[in-house]
């Protein structure tokens, strides 16, 4: 592999300068459509195809026909020989109420508390391609809508445990719903995996919570969404339960619209930012999973069985039997990955682990009880098509260095606001009996950084960055294109955005990166307010699809009418209304490869 690693890859466009201004923008050789923007309709076939109305006084019957809020993780799944006729898969992350109903949440209802919900969770969406511009097909048979109220199923481990069941569901086998849906992965049976991120901001919990909600930053009243006033679900001391239903991966088949969503409970229940799939060298399926939050752990999964030919019909429960890993990073740049098995390790019932079951649930717990490394916000991860090799983005952490949890050698920076990429190779190599090969399934890695995030030439120490190229900060979203490209997308905050480190960073970005030279160029700038996030190709990568989340965000956001919205008027412009975020497909004019 060597000689092939070093040769490096071209980027053949014109890089973009750092940008402040109120659009999207890309390489003048390059052209950008916005697609699907929330409240356009799905395309549901036989169904009504409501109009998005400006003033947000669409219905909740509509928002259930409509693109949903805040676009995130996204995935292209082809549907015949024509590589630009497809489904997309995406998640719609979380709701800004203030922005959904026309009155913000200055009044507060059940139906307002529904149309949140319908404004949640994932779509299908069946586009084509012609003659240069891509469309949303209408009346498709792929189709749907899925939100935090649609019927799903358990399966693995802790499918009917007791700690999932609840009044309306005594078996523990049917929850309600997907939320949060953060980062996603596409299996090689052709099935999306969409992720449960912060699902505890939804949850109004007692004033106490418990050591378990505490563990995972349940308290009182939430983030704000204001669900549990007129729904018990969410309400946590009425309903105890129904927080164990959420933090997981679900698996999704876009062929079958009325395929029933399973949570995998054999993958761990976190804060999912995403679940990337790749294949170990006897074929079984491997998924790379990370927790988003400051000093959490990556983990993986590898099933017990081989993947199968035949699409998910013969691959339908290949996650629910493996092994759930969660990685040290050790000095010298060497890891290992841990096995959270019951009766391994001490998680055993004296520790709180009674059964497999009880070890996914409190996934956090089981980490940390075997000794795993926190991590910096350990937010996508994305494996390369050829090498195997692995890379993770991490995304920020202000916190380190503060109560004793101090830089390391795997999170090298304290106040380590511009985050970093970490890479590794998987293998038996450590005590010289074999190489790093690349074989997803083996418990050890050799580590190394790919990039320290930041100026190079910042004052502080902490904020210099070694990037060889283009700079940025915060990176999040994170996919390798079939040609072995890397792709960065940043989330810079709002409240962090334009000031002291990120001073002339711009708004959010995505950059393209050779992982053989390091060699980084800026590939697109966002409108004011936004982040850039999902980032899928057609086969033939004559076009990238990407999502321009909350355009317009104010730092103080969330279900305040107060707060005026006029920070963007992207897509529509100043006459359009309240910006949105969109699914944007990006082409070369000519026609040509993406980022070659
Ligand atoms: Fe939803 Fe970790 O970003
Ligand atoms: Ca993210
Ligand atoms: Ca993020
Ligand atoms: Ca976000």
């Known amino acids: ?31 950008a459509q916005v697609l699907y923007r929330w409240g356009d309709a799905t395309g549901v076939a036989g169904a009504a195809a409501p109009t998005f109305a400006g003033d947000a006084s669409n219905s909740v019957q509509e928002q259930l026909l409509q693109a949903g809020m805040h676009h995130d993780g996204m995935e292209y799944f ?4 024509n590589p630009r006729h497809g489904l997309l898969a995406i998640n719609h992350e979380y709701t800004d109420d203030g922005l959904l109903h026309s009155d913000g949440m200055k009044t507060w209802t059940a139906e307002k508390v529904r149309k949140s919900q319908a404004a949640h969770g994932v779509s299908i969406i069946e586009v084509v391609e012609r003659g240069g511009v891509w469309r949303v097909m209408p009346n498709s048979r792929y189709a749907r809508r ?83 006033e007129f729904d018990e679900r969410f309400d946590a001391v009425k309903t105890p339960n129904e927080q164990n239903r959420f933090g997981w991966v679900v698996e999704i088949d876009p062929q079958d619209p009325t395929q029933t969503p399973i949570k995998r409970t054999a993958l761990g229940r976190i804060k999912h930012e995403g679940a990337t799939t790749t294949l170990s060298r006897d074929g079984r399926a491997v998924v790379y999973m990370g927790d988003d939050e400051r000093f959490e752990y ?29 990685a ?22 004296v520790a ?47 916190a380190r260095g503060q109560g004793g949890r101090m830089a390391d050698a795997s999170n090298p920076r304290n106040d380590n606001i511009m985050g970093h990429i970490i890479r590794w190779r ?26 320290l995030a930041g100026d190079p030439n910042a004052d502080k120490a902490e904020y210099r960055g070694t990037i060889k190229g283009d700079m940025y900060g915060s990176p999040d979203g994170l996919q390798f294109d079939a040609g072995g490209l890397l792709w960065i997308q940043t989330d810079v905050s709002t409240s962090a955005m334009h000031k002291g480190a990120y001073a002339g960073m711009g708004n959010n970005m995505m950059l393209c990166a050779d992982p053989a030279t390091g060699e980084t160029k800026r590939f697109l700038t966002g409108p004011a307010g936004c982040e850039i996030t999902g980032v899928t190709f057609t086969p033939d990568r004559r076009a990238v699809f990407i999502n321009i989340q909350h355009p317009g965000e104010t ?16 897509p529509d412009g100043p006459t359009g209304g309240r910006p949105r975020s969109a699914t944007v497909v990006i082409r070369r004019k000519d026609g040509g490869t993406v980022g070659t």
């Open 298 to 326: 990556v983990y993986k999964f590898v099933s017990r069985d081989k993947v199968k030919p035949g699409g998910y019909r013969a691959n339908r429960e290949l996650l629910d039997h493996g092994t759930l890993y969660v």
């Open 146 to 228: 899925i939100t935090a109220t649609t019927p799903m199923a358990f399966s693995g481990p802790a499918a009917g445990h007791a700690l999932l069941k609840t009044a309306a569901d005594p078996e523990g086998a049917r929850p309600l719903g997907t939320l949060n849906n953060c980062a996603a992965g596409q299996t090689p049976w052709g099935t999306f995996l969409t992720c449960e991120e912060n699902w505890n901001g939804y949850f109004s919990a007692q004033d106490k919570p418990t050591p378990d909600e505490l563990r995972y930053g349940l308290r009182s009243k939430g983030f704000g969404y204001r669900w549990h």
């Open 426 to 451: 998987e293998g038996k190599g450590q005590g010289g009996s074999g190489a790093f090969d690349g074989d997803a399934s083996a418990t050890e890695f050799r580590w190394m950084h790919f990039a």
């Open 352 to 398: 709180g682990f009674p059964s497999q079951a009880e070890v996914v649930i409190k996934c956090r717990q089981a980490a940390d009880a075997v000794g795993a490394t926190k991590m910096d916000r350990p937010e996508w991860v994305a494996v390369h098509p050829n090498t195997g090799e692995v890379f993770l983005t991490l995304t920020n952490n202000s």
């Open 555 to 570: 730092a103080s956001e969330r279900g305040d009418p107060a707060q005026p919205k006029a920070v963007s008027h992207w």
């Open 1 to 31: 592999h060597a000689a092939t690693a070093a040769k490096g890859k071209s980027l053949g466009f014109t890089s973009v300068p750092v940008s402040s201004a109120d659009a999207l923008v890309v390489p003048p050789e390059y052209e």
């Open 328 to 349: 040290r990073f050790d000095a010298q740049g060497y890891g290992r990955w841990l096995p959270l098995v019951h009766g391994e390790d001490g998680l055993t019932a």
């Open 78 to 81: 082809p549907l015949d020989k």
